[in-house]
């Protein structure tokens, strides 16, 4: 706790607050400045109190804790979409290898976050990579855990695609039940809509259409806001997609090229660029 002392030190004096305009909540100046001193631990309840003294949230701290860095899954994530982009499978097969050879103490979620990248490197590359075992230690982990954080809504995003649809679809309906309690916090509420999202295009791909109605009914109970221009294009783009997949409406087309022609004209050029790859990959297969 060292660390955390230092760092909320540092917080304090930037806001110009003495140690005496904080030691409001139950806690003496002498306590307080030991903690800073890391020479003292604070009790859970206590630390959040002070934080909300010097008036900085608990996920603004803990990037401060990590060097201003992003948590794990988030730097694997950002470095597969980075790989995924340039379509380079050698980068990914060294992350891959530097992830299974590197040493963690949270050996369950450093087991879950290689059979991600295993999974994200087999679509990328084609060849083999994960296994049935991998699957199911997957699902396992999912189902074990009775409230979803964003940890497992991350997780469960950029791996349901290659699941099982029966299990797929009772996960889903889990996610909803599980991360009800979160879905209040803004970055858990967009990973949710992300989650909603690949699980529509994942059933419309797959031609289970009703099923696909069943996230297009929880996207709708959503209600995007107009700054999520992101969500509100994918949404439409899918909804398009459902009509040509399931109706063989080839004016579907047309619009699904004007989603992401309003993609390319917000700047969202990689996500216009996978959209574009998507759609000739799904014309390819009914030409």
Known sequence: MKKF???FKKFRESRGLRLKDVAKVGISTSQLSRFENGETDLTISKFIAVLDEVNVLIDEF???V????RDELNELLLKVNCFVSNHDVEGMKKLLYLQMESNSKRSKFHQINTILLKIRLQD???E?????DDLSYLT???FSVEYWGYYELLIFANTLDVLN????MVLAREMCRRSDFYKEIPKNRRIISSMLLNGYITCVERGKFLDALYFEKQLKQCFFTETEIYERLVFQYVQYLYQYKKEGDR???IEMRKSIAAMKLAGSNYLAKTYEGHLEKILGEHS
């Open 5 to 7: 002392g230092e760092i």
């Open 62 to 64: 803990m990037y401060a």
């Open 66 to 69: 990590h060097d201003f860095r």
């Open 124 to 126: 990328l590359s084609g």
């Open 128 to 132: 083999p990579y994960y296994s049935s």
């Open 140 to 142: 396992d982990y999912l």
């Open 165 to 168: 649809h029966d299990a797929f």
């Open 251 to 253: 004016k579907a087309i």
